[in-house]
């Protein structure tokens, strides 16, 4: 109990030294708890929606593509209308309704905009039925009730000013087609972002599917005391084989895995980033431990001569440990919740609704935040509380607060040393690794063993780094800056364990930077050297060109060529019989010199003949495939087709790689005209001199059709760029918690460094010098801290880009670009930060009472 007390009592003694160390806690922990109820959050909310929506049995034709996909004809797969009443009549059915679904479309205003999201979510057009109000209920107006009426969903029309009256035009494959809002519609739950249109059945058909008495699927609705599973087997019996049928809870399960990877991949990332912010903290709370250690030197000395033991020394010091993660993680799970409330309305903000409502905070939560931070913490504080027990009662006689760790020892840099080379040596090996698999491997151990051996050789680094830093920033300053290098060189361990707090996060950007670089200079290698067309034609969203757009273009005079770009995927069987699901593109003959691929074997013009077709070099290696060789080629849901291999295209490009071409016409002689793609993308050549009006003369041409874009090949770079940059730059807001923990350590260091050095700062306060010329020591001592650590993190980064991108190099990302400007801004950067780092302490020190710190302890 006495032991409890006593550190209990230094707990709140010290509270304040501590408080930054539980900042960090509570920054880390509030992350993981963030993440956790925002990742909960949305399975809650998809959960409710699927089972809001879900009927007891869904029936949808064989060949259907996932609910999420927009299939490559523009048209959902349909079966006749005829089969809805032998679904009524199975055993056990309740009801049954049939259902117009499609992805297929875009909506757009009197305006015309776009009124579909913005955030990756679909627009789905829907015909109306009863079972609608299960989700929705009308807010205003009524449902649609013939061809010129149309129901949307309340956020869209919130979002653009929609209301009753408002004319809205529908662009499909089949045509376009405008209806007046007859009514408005709220969600019984949330929907996550998607826009809803809903028509009458018989526009629903005619318009989205080419003609009246077809459905996209069949619901059913089970008799009272007729479970889900017979029902389905009922109506499975009813209709026989070529149907897909799923429960309620089976469509529910689908729904969830659809987007269990996007929510896996989101959570996993940023519980990652969560994490890279707890190591960083792990070195704030080891030099809090520390430097408290180090100044109740004499007190320990003292506990030890009345008689405390090393082992109810150490336990003092961890249950100290112990209570700082409690607090810290007790509000960190409580900023977790509200953090997670904040992603939210980021969501919404970028057009995925989530409300908080919805909000969901499992038992498991809080338990995982307060363990993990208290874990992490008293780890933390394993090595200072053991330095603890080893203080002798001797200690008692000796100033506080005198370092004994001045210099890192031997064991310990070599051991430093031993770990860097070893990181480097797998480096190397990853950047000659000939196969990714084991160069990854590689990557990984290297980047693990190099950080590592930075982090323990750092106080070895330390003096030498300093040194030349003092010389390049410090010496300009005069004898201020001597003594802010030589306060940095005091304590070589502490200065190394501060600056490996921000050389983490440090390495981390510069090594993502080169990656990013290097990807978009690689891209526009790639694209100066094979794309030959002069525009480029496609969705953001995946949706094929619909043939009125493609007319539309092919009208425009100043227009060499346009080339159609299909694609299918089909089953191709070699001479020998050994079959292989590829990807197959169709496309016109012009296609050769809108992309220009290189061929190992036959000229690529020759695939785009009759019965031609060419294979990538793997697919011809790895099948004993030469040009005049015939493949079986079957085609979804038409005629198998021998064709002949005229050429074979080199892998090693990035751009359609391991891709097989035809001729559109080809692909088109063996499927049935409803089963032929849409393009999926269009290029065009413009006449010769008539670049500039050719690119107006195609935006002018869509302009009916917002949910295509036109771009030449600056745009389509400038577009790689900006989805590159936009990608790194979550990277870096998502790194920022973690920079944000390792300014914090040097702020607690820096605070604790004064109040070690209170007698110090005294004595020079009463031999002249000034309030100013301290302030500016310790803000000097900060910034070399700061250079010092981003030295470190920045050469170790681009030595792990460097690495990751001689791997990247066998995908065909060849081209090594460090940038410069990012690296140098920084560096830069991180000598402002240990500015802002050193206001506080800086000017607590300025203004400590000079008679007061000459008789402190």
Do not use: C
């Given at each position: 109990?006495?032991?409890?007390?006593?550190?209990?009592?230094?707990?709140?003694?010290?509270?304040?030294?501590?408080?930054?160390?539980?900042?960090?806690?509570?920054?880390?922990?509030?992350?993981?708890?963030?993440?956790?109820?925002?990742?909960?959050?949305?399975?809650?909310?998809?959960?409710?929606?699927?089972?809001?929506?879900?009927?007891?049995?869904?029936?949808?034709?064989?060949?259907?593509?996932?609910?999420?996909?927009?299939?490559?004809?523009?048209?959902?797969?349909?079966?006749?209308?005829?089969?809805?009443?032998?679904?009524?009549?199975?055993?056990?059915?309740?009801?049954?309704?049939?259902?117009?679904?499609?992805?297929?479309?875009?909506?757009?205003?009197?305006?015309?905009?776009?009124?579909?999201?913005?955030?990756?979510?679909?627009?789905?057009?829907?015909?109306?039925?009863?079972?609608?109000?299960?989700?929705?209920?009308?807010?205003?107006?009524?449902?649609?009730?013939?061809?010129?009426?149309?129901?949307?969903?309340?956020?869209?029309?919130?979002?653009?000013?929609?209301?009753?009256?408002?004319?809205?035009?529908?662009?499909?494959?089949?045509?376009?087609?405008?209806?007046?809002?007859?009514?408005?519609?709220?969600?019984?739950?949330?929907?996550?972002?998607?826009?809803?249109?809903?028509?009458?059945?018989?526009?629903?058909?005619?318009?989205?599917?080419?003609?009246?008495?077809?459905?996209?699927?069949?619901?059913?609705?089970?008799?009272?005391?007729?479970?889900?599973?017979?029902?389905?087997?009922?109506?499975?019996?009813?209709?026989?084989?070529?149907?897909?049928?799923?429960?309620?809870?089976?469509?529910?399960?689908?729904?969830?895995?659809?987007?269990?990877?996007?929510?896996?991949?989101?959570?996993?990332?940023?519980?990652?980033?969560?994490?890279?912010?707890?190591?960083?903290?792990?070195?704030?709370?080891?030099?809090?431990?520390?430097?408290?250690?180090?100044?109740?030197?004499?007190?320990?000395?003292?506990?030890?001569?009345?008689?405390?033991?090393?082992?109810?020394?150490?336990?003092?010091?961890?249950?100290?440990?112990?209570?700082?993660?409690?607090?810290?993680?007790?509000?960190?799970?409580?900023?977790?919740?509200?953090?997670?409330?904040?992603?939210?309305?980021?969501?919404?903000?970028?057009?995925?609704?989530?409300?908080?409502?919805?909000?969901?905070?499992?038992?498991?939560?809080?338990?995982?935040?307060?363990?993990?931070?208290?874990?992490?913490?008293?780890?933390?504080?394993?090595?200072?509380?053991?330095?603890?027990?080893?203080?002798?009662?001797?200690?008692?006689?000796?100033?506080?607060?005198?370092?004994?760790?001045?210099?890192?020892?031997?064991?310990?840099?070599?051991?430093?040393?031993?770990?860097?080379?070893?990181?480097?040596?797998?480096?190397?090996?990853?950047?000659?690794?000939?196969?990714?698999?084991?160069?990854?491997?590689?990557?990984?151990?290297?980047?693990?063993?190099?950080?590592?051996?930075?982090?323990?050789?750092?106080?070895?680094?330390a003096g030498g780094v300093v040194r030349v830093l003092g010389v390049v920033v410090l010496r300009v300053f005069g004898p201020v800056g001597r003594m802010a290098e030589r306060n940095a060189l005091r304590n070589p361990r502490r200065t190394g364990a501060t600056g490996a707090a921000l050389m983490i996060g440090l390495a981390l950007v510069a090594c993502l930077s080169v990656v990013g670089s290097s990807m978009v200079a690689s891209a526009t290698e790639e694209l100066d050297r094979s794309v030959g067309a002069d525009f480029i034609v496609?969705?953001?969203?995946?949706?094929?060109?619909?043939?009125?757009?493609?007319?539309?273009?092919?009208?425009?005079?100043?227009?060499?060529?346009?080339?159609?770009?299909?694609?299918?995927?089909?089953?191709?069987?070699?001479?020998?019989?050994?079959?292989?699901?590829?990807?197959?593109?169709?496309?016109?003959?012009?296609?050769?010199?809108?992309?220009?691929?290189?061929?190992?074997?036959?000229?690529?013009?020759?695939?785009y003949g009759p019965g031609a077709v060419s294979v990538g070099s793997d697919y011809a290696t790895a099948h004993g495939v030469k040009v005049g060789d015939v493949l079986t080629v079957a085609f979804k849901g038409g005629k198998p087709a021998r064709l002949k291999v005229a050429a074979i295209t080199s892998d090693e490009a990035n751009v359609d790689k391991g891709v097989m071409y035809t001729n559109v016409t080809t692909a088109a002689r063996h499927l049935p005209a409803d089963r032929v793609p849409h393009s999926l993308l269009l290029f065009?050549?413009?006449?010769?001199?008539?670049?500039?009006?050719?690119?107006?003369?195609?935006?002018?041409?869509?302009?009916?059709?917002?949910?295509?874009?036109?771009?030449?090949?600056?745009?389509?770079?400038?577009?790689?760029?900006?989805?590159?940059?936009?990608?790194?730059?979550?990277?870096?807001?998502?790194?920022?918690?973690?920079?944000?923990?390792?300014?914090?350590?040097?702020?607690?260091?820096?605070?604790?460094?004064?109040?070690?050095?209170?007698?110090?700062?005294?004595?020079?306060?009463?031999?002249?010098?000034?309030?100013?010329?301290?302030?500016?020591?310790?803000?000097?001592?900060?910034?070399?801290?700061?250079?010092?650590?981003?030295?470190?993190?920045?050469?170790?980064?681009?030595?792990?880009?460097?690495?990751?991108?001689?791997?990247?190099?066998?995908?065909?990302?060849?081209?090594?670009?460090?940038?410069?400007?990012?690296?140098?801004?920084?560096?830069?950067?991180?000598?402002?930060?240990?500015?802002?780092?050193?206001?506080?302490?800086?000017?607590?020190?300025?203004?400590?009472?000079?008679?007061?710190?000459?008789?402190?302890?």
């Open positions: 109990m006495s032991v409890l007390k006593t550190s209990l009592r230094n707990f709140l003694a010290h509270k304040g030294r501590m408080a930054l160390s539980a900042v960090a806690v509570l920054l880390s922990v509030a992350f993981v708890s963030g993440t956790l109820v925002f990742t909960d959050t949305m399975n809650t909310t998809f959960d409710k929606l699927f089972a809001t929506t879900a009927s007891d049995v869904t029936v949808s034709p064989g060949g259907a593509a996932a609910d999420d996909e927009i299939p490559q004809t523009g048209r959902p797969e349909t079966f006749p209308a005829a089969l809805l009443e032998k679904v009524a009549k199975a055993e056990g059915a309740r009801n049954a309704q049939g259902a117009v679904v499609s992805l297929g479309v875009t909506v757009v205003d009197a305006r015309n905009k776009n009124v579909g999201p913005t955030g990756g979510a679909p627009t789905i057009a829907v015909n109306w039925s009863p079972n609608e109000l299960r989700s929705v209920e009308i807010a205003s107006g009524h449902e649609p009730r013939g061809p010129t009426d149309v129901v949307v969903d309340g956020a869209t029309a919130e979002k653009h000013g929609l209301k009753l009256g408002d004319e809205l035009r529908t662009i499909s494959v089949t045509g376009d087609f405008t209806a007046k809002i007859s009514g408005i519609v709220d969600f019984k739950v949330t929907n996550p972002g998607a826009t809803l249109v809903y028509f009458d059945t018989a526009t629903a058909q005619r318009e989205l599917l080419g003609k009246e008495g077809l459905f996209t699927q069949i619901t059913a609705d089970a008799a009272p005391g007729v479970s889900d599973e017979a029902l389905k087997a009922n109506v499975a019996a009813a209709l026989g084989d070529g149907y897909k049928l799923q429960t309620a809870a089976e469509a529910a399960d689908a729904g969830r895995e659809d987007i269990a990877g996007f929510l896996d991949v989101m959570k996993y990332a940023m519980l990652g980033f969560a994490g890279i912010a707890l190591l960083v903290g792990v070195f704030l709370i080891v030099n809090t431990f520390s430097m408290l250690v180090a100044q109740r030197t004499r007190e320990i000395g003292l506990m030890r001569a009345i008689g405390s033991s090393r082992k109810q020394v150490n336990r003092s010091v961890l249950i100290e440990a112990l209570l700082l993660g409690l607090v810290g993680s007790a509000a960190g799970v409580a900023a977790g919740v509200g953090l997670a409330v904040g992603l939210m309305k980021l969501m919404s903000a970028v057009g995925m609704e989530l409300s908080t409502g919805d909000l969901t905070v499992k038992w498991t939560t809080p338990v995982v935040g307060v363990v993990l931070g208290v874990v992490v913490t008293v780890l933390a504080a394993y090595v200072p509380a053991r330095r603890a027990g080893r203080i002798s009662p001797m200690a008692a006689l000796r100033d506080a607060g005198t370092p004994a760790d001045g210099r890192a020892g031997r064991v310990r840099g070599a051991i430093g040393l031993a770990l860097t080379a070893a990181g480097a040596a797998a480096l190397v090996a990853a950047a000659r690794s000939e196969e990714a698999a084991p160069g990854s491997g590689w990557l990984g151990l290297g980047v693990v063993l190099s950080l590592l051996g930075f982090v323990v050789v750092g106080p070895l680094l496609q969705s953001g969203t995946g949706q094929p060109i619909v043939p009125q757009a493609q007319a539309a273009l092919e009208k425009v005079s100043s227009i060499d060529h346009v080339t159609e770009y299909k694609w299918l995927d089909v089953t191709v069987t070699d001479p020998r019989g050994k079959k292989a699901e590829q990807g197959l593109a169709a496309a016109d003959p012009t296609y050769a010199q809108d992309l220009r691929r290189e061929t190992t074997a036959g000229r690529l013009a020759d695939a065009a050549g413009a006449k010769d001199g008539q670049e500039t009006q050719a690119y107006q003369a195609l935006k002018d041409a869509l302009a009916p059709y917002p949910q295509y874009k036109v771009s030449n090949q600056a745009d389509y770079k400038e577009e790689l760029q900006d989805q590159v940059g936009q990608l790194l730059n979550i990277v870096y807001g998502l790194l920022a918690l973690a920079i944000v923990v390792a300014v914090l350590g040097v702020v607690n260091t820096l605070a604790l460094s004064v109040v070690e050095r209170t007698r110090e700062i005294g004595l020079m306060r009463a031999i002249g010098l000034s309030r100013r010329q301290l302030r500016r020591m310790i803000r000097l001592e900060s910034v070399v801290i700061a250079l010092f650590g981003a030295l470190l993190g920045l050469g170790l980064g681009m030595g792990w880009g460097t690495a990751a991108q001689k791997l990247l190099a066998l995908e065909g990302l060849g081209v090594l670009e460090i940038p410069w400007p990012t690296i140098l801004t920084v560096f830069v950067a991180s000598a402002f930060v240990g500015l802002f780092a050193a206001l506080v302490p800086a000017f607590r020190a300025g203004r400590m009472n000079v008679l007061s710190a000459i008789a402190s302890e």
